[in-house]
């Protein structure tokens, strides 16, 4: 059996940063345990209709929704083949589940999508009647989408096999990892909580191993974890430092993300001592009362720079991601957020920052209340428009959440946007240099 998979995306958009992990796991996973079962990634649906799939699997953010429905509505043209949805929007909207697709896996998808491979493979079909059988997944009824049940995750998380990174015709992508999923906090704007349910984390073993399977394959010196949250656990970071010490090819030099809060001088030496010389950290705004909404009163802006203080002792560059346009967020809350990024960034605590708007993703708590607003509404919502990417961003066309005009707000937007670029091309000339 052939299954393809791939990523919504805009094709006006080429400029693909990252592998999709999340359909590389799906893959090794699948692979692993269903037999005689091929799994493909591809960047471009002429190739995967070409290769003549048995299966196509579409992942999804919010922002390229309508992309994944236009996919399917072309797949349909050419291949008569069960199609299935996965991704972050299907998971907060299982409900919207559009017609061309057979199913949707929520959340974690692997142990779904196995069964679900596992019942084509027996019966040929993906019969709705069946699918009920199938916790983790939305699908069409004739009284319309109905869930299945919840899915019960993977533990220990180790049970997953490291995710295929080598695919035919795709250029190798090994820049980042995940070491957990999930986030053990619930910040309003994100919907990481809902979307993994709970936090689990890799063993340092594992860690260890996926790493050095990178140097063996990819020969890498940099990498990039892109955990929601990376430096949680301070014993597993030690441990991992331990593991680094004696079983790691080589020192790597890497990027991880962490959380201001956090941050002590023993997770600092920690960082330094397994190679973390940069590390993204969610800072989100210099107004308490902002901070306060959007990380529910975990954080404060004195704490925020408290964390930056101790990372530039140790020698830890910080890049520091903020959120403007939050509900109650007033030209004084901006003007702080405005003077704390000026302030690090002329100090040398900041290396360099984003910064985006807030945005009513489905599967969380700001899209919950933009809804009850009258702002947002599933049937309705230009998911387009709901783009967090700085090159692309539409301020015509971006859904107000705050109290400011759009014209004062689309001001202050330019605002941060220039620094932003100025830094950004700053740091493009120093490194070409």
């Known amino acids: 059996m052939r299954i393809a998979l791939l990523e919504a995306w805009d094709p006006s958009r080429p400029d693909r940063v990252f592998m999709p992990m999340g359909l590389a796991y799906l893959a090794s996973w699948t692979e692993s345990h269903v037999p005689d079962v091929e799994v493909r990634l591809f960047q471009e649906l002429p190739q995967a209709l070409d290769w003549g799939p048995d299966l196509v699997g579409i992942s999804a953010v919010t922002p390229n929704f309508p992309e994944a429905q236009a996919m399917a509505r072309q797949i349909r043209r050419h ?27 929520l959340g974690e998808g692997e142990l779904t999508f196995q069964e679900i491979v596992s019942l084509l493979k027996r019966t040929g079909h993906l019969a709705s009647t069946d699918l009920t059988g199938v916790a983790g997944l939305v699908h069409h009824t004739p009284d319309g989408p109905r869930l299945s049940g919840r899915r019960l995750l993977i533990s220990p998380l180790d049970r997953i096999p490291f995710p295929k990174r080598q695919w035919p015709g795709i250029q190798a992508q090994p820049q980042w990892s995940f070491t957990s999923r999930g986030c053990p906090y619930a910040c309003r704007f994100c919907s990481t909580a809902d979307f993994w349910e709970s936090y689990r984390m890799h063993s340092a073993r594992y860690v260890v191993e996926e790493l050095n399977s990178l140097i063996d394959l990819f020969d890498i010196r940099f990498h990039v974890i892109m955990d929601d949250l990376f430096a949680v656990n301070l014993s597993r970071l030690e441990e991992i430092s331990g593991l680094f010490g004696t079983d790691l090819r080589r020192p790597l030099q890497l990027t991880a993300t962490i959380r ?44 925020n720079q408290e964390a930056l203080d101790l990372l530039a002792e140790h020698g ?81 066309r971006y859904t107000m959440l705050g109290p400011l005009s759009r014209e004062r707000f689309g001001n202050w937007f330019r605002r941060f946007y220039d620094l932003w670029d100025e830094v950004r091309s700053r740091l493009e000339a120093s490194q070409e240099g």
Not at 81 to 102: A, Q, W
């Open 79 to 105: 291949l008569d083949v069960p199609l299935v949805l996965g991704g972050p929007h299907i998971t907060g909207l299982p409900r919207s589940l559009p017609e061309p697709f057979s199913a949707g896996v």
């Open 260 to 303: 201001a809060d956090l941050v002590t001088p023993r997770m600092c030496r920690l960082l330094r001592e397994v190679g973390v010389g940069v590390c993204q950290i969610g800072l989100e705004s210099g107004s308490d009362r902002v901070l306060s909404y959007l990380k529910r009163q975990t954080t404060t802006a004195r704490r």
């Open 316 to 396: 830890i560059r910080a890049v520091g991601s903020f959120i403007v346009g939050s509900p109650m967020e007033d030209e004084e809350d901006l003007e702080q957020t405005w003077r704390f990024l000026r302030e690090n960034l002329r100090t040398g605590r900041l290396f360099a920052f984003t910064f985006g708007p807030l945005v009513a993703f489905p599967g969380t708590e700001v899209w919950t209340e933009a809804r009850e607003r009258g702002l947002v509404h599933e049937e309705s919502t230009d998911w387009s428009a709901l783009d967090i990417d700085l090159r692309h961003f539409d301020l015509d």
